[in-house]
């Protein structure tokens, strides 16, 4: 019984379950529908570091996941005639989300949380509409299609979704790894500081300027993964996959899981692509075919990323599945008797 | 030079429209430092309540004398009115008990709450755009070389006049000096007596109300609203209030009008489709070169 309570073992257990899931439940739909809410929990890691961990709220990620997606579409595909491979690609499109996250950060890091999230609204913004207007490079509102399909040893990945689905579940894993390390780093703890109280960070002796641009570096980079994999599994790119309700839909996740805890990042963007492709349009069809109500419910796709962010933010900010930290932190400054019993919880903790 | 002026005369009109909506975006940030992403929207809802308030008067095209004097005076009443009751509403429902808690709180809800009225104009009146009677008739001056529209006119005069109506109203009254005053200490504002929720509640009145009389005249420049209208409008009207110099009403005017400018002029001279473009990096380099703005004083880190 001891092997159940055991992390490891759960996670293991997970991962086997992942494995397993596409061989038992024969469905290419599902399996499609698995393979691209994989992709939203590679994102949702991404900003979780930069949004959960460092606690700058970053508005435009999906700039980010269209710039992934445009640098394989544009260096793997015919429109230009170059195709770099696919596995080559997924460093060099991290690389150049990765820079993109320092070009935005390191002149707007130094200003306050709420300009940041505004700034970072404006590049979500500015990118997507600049991919609409470069036509002649970008395909303008078509976008660029028919994008190279990554081969593994000889395997042509081709149009059926399984092999997509191992994809991203290694990609997947490889991040649940690299941003469970980053975490119990150096940096992920400076993070956690500044996070926390930027000014006392400071004194500290942390850079806290070198610390935020780091997380939005590594923040973006995986959303250059995310976007590389997405890209070839769809085979196509085009501007209207990014725009700001992307942005809010990923921020959503981790509202709704926990921000700053990996498991809750992942069982809420789970929970919000289930939402978005399976639950909404299945009781829509539902409602109108047997109950006859014609309603879409498909439409109410706003209304529920906003109520689940006003919600969650007044009655649970530390969201479904939370880090025990944040949780407390959250809750500082409300009169919650748990959460100051939490805190000085916590505080003794440190402390002995 | 001629087509120049022109795109001024134009920037200043779209720029009352920005101003007014910046108004409403700076007074809240003065006075509890929250950015209200919500704001955009509810000037939005002024369009689609002056809207609804036409479509109930029978009002469907042009209207001429002192009839059209009434049903404009009406209808923005109402569009502030109502406009003026849902930013109340938001602040009650979304944001005060967030007060204390850390920024990015309230932040997220304000996405939220912009995602949700979005979403409920959405319902009301369809995902397409929907056309604004031509309520005003629309003859031009010539003024030398450029010509003003009647509509132009309109959105200049009515922005100039509610900004002096609210500068004096900031400075001149009772709640106006709680209002400063809670915005410079909410706490010692508290111990002097000042009642802070009702004021905040007040900020979010005059400032959304703001946005309803931006809705109307919106409605009656472009002719056509949709839901998501807002959106980018909200961002621009952002835009000028940091521009301007944030918690500054002067200079959310100045920002607004600058805005306008700005975008006019890029539609002009550069093309159409770049002109979000440029006013968003018009934003991002305000933010990092001068992010205490034009008119305002740059602000220490709180500890």
Known sequence: MTALRNPRWQTFALLVAAIALPLIVRNGAFTNFLTDAGAFVLLALGLNIVVGFAGLLDLGYAAFFAIGSYAYAMLASPQFGIHIPFWVMLFVASAIAAIFGILLGAPTLRLRGDYLAIVTLGFGEIVPQTFLNLAQWTGGPNGIGSLDQ??????????????????????????????????????????????????????????????????????????GLAGVAYGAKLQLVSPDQFQFNVSVAILSMLVLGGMGNIPGVIVGSLVISSLDRFILPQATSFLQNSVHVNVDLTNSRLLIYGAILVLMMLFRPEGLVPSRQRAAELHAGTSDPNAVAQEQELYTEAVS | MDVFLQQVINGLSLGGIYALIALGYTMVYGIIELINFAHGDVYTLGTFFSLAVLTLLGVSGEVHGPALIGIVVLTIAVAMLLCGLTG????????????????????????????????????????????????????????????????????????????????????????????????????????????????????????????????????????????????????????????????????????????????????????????????????????????????????????
């Not at chain 2, 929907?130 to 922005?159: R, S």
């Not at chain 2, 400075?171 to 929720?197: E, H, P, S, V, Y």
């Not at chain 2, 301007?244 to 959310?252: F, H, Q, S, V």
């Not at chain 2, 306008?260 to 990096?281: A, C, H, K, P, R």
Request: charged share 10%; hydrophobic share 55%; proline share 4%.
């Open chain 1, 150 to 223: 990554p081969t593994f040893f000889g395997y042509r990945f081709g149009f059926n979704v399984t092999p997509y689905y191992y994809l991203m579940l290694a990609l997947i894993v490889l991040a649940v790894f690299l941003v469970g390390n980053l975490r119990d780093s150096r940096l992920g703890r400076s993070w956690m500081a500044i996070r926390e109280d930027e000014l006392a960070a400071a004194h500290m002796g942390i850079n806290t300027t070198s610390a935020k641009l780091a997380a939005f570096a590594l923040g973006a980079s995986f959303s």
């Open chain 2, 88 to 303: 109340v509403i938001i602040e009650r429902l979304a944001y005060r008990r967030l007060r204390n808690a850390p920024r990015l709180a309230p932040l997220i809800t304000a996405i939220g709450m912009s995602f949700i009225l979005e979403n409920i104009m959405q319902y009301w009146r369809g995902p397409s755009p929907i056309g604004f009677p031509q309520v005003v008739p629309n003859p031009t001056f010539h003024l030398g070389p450029v010509e003003i529209g009647a509509k132009q006119l309109l959105v200049i005069v009515l922005a100039v006049v509610m900004m002096i109506v609210l500068q004096l109203f900031i400075f001149n009254t009772k709640l106006g000096k709680a209002m400063r005053a809670t915005a410079q200490d909410r706490d010692a504002a508290q111990l002097m007596g000042i009642n802070i929720n009702t004021t905040i509640a007040l900020t979010f009145l005059i400032g959304s109300a703001l946005a309803g009389a931006a809705g109307f005249v919106s409605g009656v420049y472009y002719g056509s609203t949709w839901f998501f209208n807002g959106f980018a409008a909200g961002l621009k009207a952002f835009t000028a209030a940091v521009l301007g110099g944030i918690g500054n009403l002067a200079g959310a005017m100045l920002g607004g009008f600058l805005i306008g400018l700005i975008e006019s002029l890029t539609t002009q001279f550069i093309s159409d489709q770049w002109s979000n473009v440029v006013v968003f990096s018009v934003l991002v380099l305000v933010l990092i070169f001068r992010p205490s703005g034009l008119l305002g004083e740059s602000l220490p880190n709180k500890v």
